[in-house]
Structures are given as structure tokens and as C-alpha cells.
């Protein structure tokens, strides 16, 4: 079961009750019906969902939801390449961004992330097709993985990016309605 340090609840709840009684059109509870724990084969956009989870870091989810257009616009529409390609002026542009989470640290992750992606999509053809092929790696196993290519990738960081991408089970409690149509997919934990 997920317990909701990632979305910063105090007392333990998954992520599913919390957004349970939520307005349909409320971010959280977008984001819990429409994306978390669906698959995605684009590298750009798993990137961005990258992005996102290393900025969350001590933050809470839905101020990440709230800023995710922001980050968007500031990180050149996730693309990779694009952010690979920044250098220090940008840097200092997007440390004077109010818009988005203006952590240095996190930031020159985030530019050193694109870089190691193009590395593995150079070697693997695709970001998708490397993380593909390390379907069926204990949570351990991923961060290890992780750590040897990414900066600011801790344990939760880690599970959280591939639980809501569809890499790790453990997304939706089994009694959410949610679980069932991502199972139904096939999602990508499944196939280890």
C-alpha cells in the first residue's frame, strides 16, 4: 500500500482515500484517476514526471500539481535534449523563477539527468526501452540502478517516479476503482 509521505499527510492514508471525496476537477484528484500508475512510452514525458519527483523532495505533491504547468514552460516542454543543453546563464534564469522550485541543487540535477538520459538513449535507443528493460528490479535494486546514473534520487524519489509511470506496483490501493483499470492495461510492474 502507498502511505502518503509523498503527498505530505500527516497521518498515514493512501493516496486513493485522500483524493477519494476530492472535486473531480481538483489536480490531486486528476492526477490520481487520469495519470498516476499509467504507463508512458514517451521519453519526454517521463522525464517530466522525472523533473516533478525530484523537485517534490521534501514538498508536497499538490504543490508540484499546482506548479506543473511552470516547471513545463521553464524546462523547455520536458524535453530533453533542450535541458541537456543548459548551461549556467539558464541556471541563473531559472533560480529567478518564482514559478517553479528555485533549488539549485535540484535544478543542476535536473540538467545533469538530461544529459545521462541521452547518454542511455544513445546506448538503448530510448529512455522508455532502458527502463523496459529493468522491469522485474526490487525497489533496492531500482535505486541502485538510479543512483549509479542520477543525481537527487533517493529511495522515495525513485519509487515514486516508477510507481507513477507504471514500473512499480503500488500506486492505487486494490479496492480503488483506479487499480482495476490500470490492471486491466496491463501495466508495465506486471510484467516481471
Known amino acids: 500500500m502507498n502511505y502518503l509521505t509523498h503527498f505530505c499527510v500527516i497521518y498515514t492514508m493512501s493516496y486513493c ?37 525530484i523537485n517534490q523532495a521534501g514538498l ?12 513545463k514552460n521553464a524546462f523547455a516542454d520536458f524535453s530533453i535534449s533542450k535541458v541537456a543543453g543548459f ?22 540535477a535536473v540538467i545533469y539527468n538530461a544529459n545521462q538520459i ?5 546506448i538503448n535507443g530510448s529512455f522508455n ?10 525497489l533496492k535494486e531500482w535505486t541502485k540502478l538510479f543512483k549509479k546514473h542520477f543525481k537527487f534520487t533517493g529511495e522515495k524519489i525513485v519509487e515514486e517516479f516508477l510507481m507513477s ?5 503500488g500506486a492505487h490501493t486494490e479496492d480503488c476503482p483506479i487499480y482495476h483499470k490500470i490492471k486491466n492495461n496491463k501495466p508495465k510492474w506486471e510484467k516481471s
Not at 548551461?87 to 543542476?108: S, T
Not at 509511470?165 to 506496483?169: D, G, H, M, R, V
Open 118 to 122: 541521452m547518454d542511455i538513449q544513445n
Open 60 to 71: 508536497s505533491w499538490s504543490l508540484m500539481l499546482k506548479k506543473e504547468e511552470n516547471f
Open 165 to 169: 509511470t507504471s514500473y512499480l506496483k
Open 129 to 138: 526501452f532502458w527502463l523496459n528493460e529493468n522491469i522485474g528490479l526490487t
Open 87 to 108: 548551461g549556467d546563464d539558464k541556471v541563473e534564469e531559472l533560480m529567478a523563477n518564482a514559478g517553479i522550485i528555485r533549488n539549485r541543487r535540484k535544478i543542476e
Open 17 to 53: 482515500e485522500f483524493t477519494k471525496d476530492l472535486d473531480e476537477n481538483h489536480l490531486d484528484k486528476k492526477y490520481h484517476d487520469e495519470r498516476y500508475g499509467f504507463q508512458t512510452n514517451d521519453d519526454d514525458e517521463l522525464f517530466g514526471r522525472f523533473i516533478l519527483e
